[in-house]
């Protein structure tokens, strides 16, 4: 059940970079999924002056209707805009090892970048609520969100997101797969992410963990790609305003 709770956190991971956002939303189809994202401040900076910024997402989801197969989510990938730049390699490091064994505080307290809420619902139990920390991982393209709940479950995870280049309007996605056994721990057991919700942005010294260095026609590019184990998937986007 413990790891049956933690799914839906997996599954919001890469929505996992995510006040809330103010621009267009598109809906996804299959199960209803909304996203919405902004960066601030709105103005960009330059390749030779960047501006840190922070990114704050929200993505939900709809749970089930009565009689509706259940479902759980296989993968997450959020695409960012163009002209945000991630700046990993400048900032303290935690492992996800690190987190497993001994929680944020065991982590330097120069590697947190960002924080959020979590909401879910298992197929069995009621809904809980958690709270996410983010963490720069490992090298400079990781994300580290460590979610805890403590109703009904006690949990205490750590999701890795990887950072890669994207295509098109986009300038990286954040790509999560999430292993079998979490899809469904147990025969008939799912868990639905029903609100993803996390600010990430933090500066050491003069230089942010995440800054702008252009905005194309007043305007970044969001989206996200969710796949799920009903055979179904959902691609939701949205805009902000920049300038």
């Avoid at 009904?152 to 890795?160: A, F, M, R």
Wanted: glycine fraction near 10%.
């Amino acid at each position: 059940m413990k790891k049956a709770l933690t799914l839906f956190v997996a599954a919001g991971l890469a929505a996992a970079i995510t006040v809330p956002a103010i621009g267009a939303s598109t809906t996804g189809k299959s199960h209803g999924t909304v996203l919405t994202a902004k960066a601030t401040p709105t103005k960009s900076g330059t390749k030779k002056k960047p501006k840190s910024v922070k990114i704050h997402t929200v993505f939900t989801s709809q749970l089930p209707a009565q009689g509706q197969q259940p479902y759980a989510t296989k993968e997450t990938v959020v695409h960012l805009p163009k002209g945000l730049i991630f700046n990993g390699a400048k900032f303290k490091h935690c492992s996800a090892n690190t987190l497993n064994a001994g929680g944020p505080t065991a982590c330097p307290a120069s590697s947190k970048v960002g924080s959020g809420t979590a909401e879910g619902q298992a197929t069995i139990g009621g809904p809980e609520a958690l709270t996410v920390t983010a963490f720069n991982g490992q090298g400079s393209k990781q994300l580290l969100l460590y979610v805890q709940g403590s109703s009904p479950l006690s949990i205490n995870s750590t999701l890795v997101g990887t950072l890669k280049k994207d295509t098109g309007k986009y300038g990286y996605k954040l790509d999560v797969l999430i292993p079998a056994n979490l899809q469904q721990p147990l025969p008939n057991v799912y868990a639905t992410l029903t609100k993803f919700d996390t600010t990430i942005g933090a500066k050491r010294g003069k230089i942010g963990y995440v800054t702008s260095t252009r905005c194309t026609k007043h305007t970044w590019n969001w989206a996200a790609d969710l796949t799920f184990t009903d055979g179904t998937s959902d691609r939701a986007t949205t805009t902000s305003k920049c300038s």
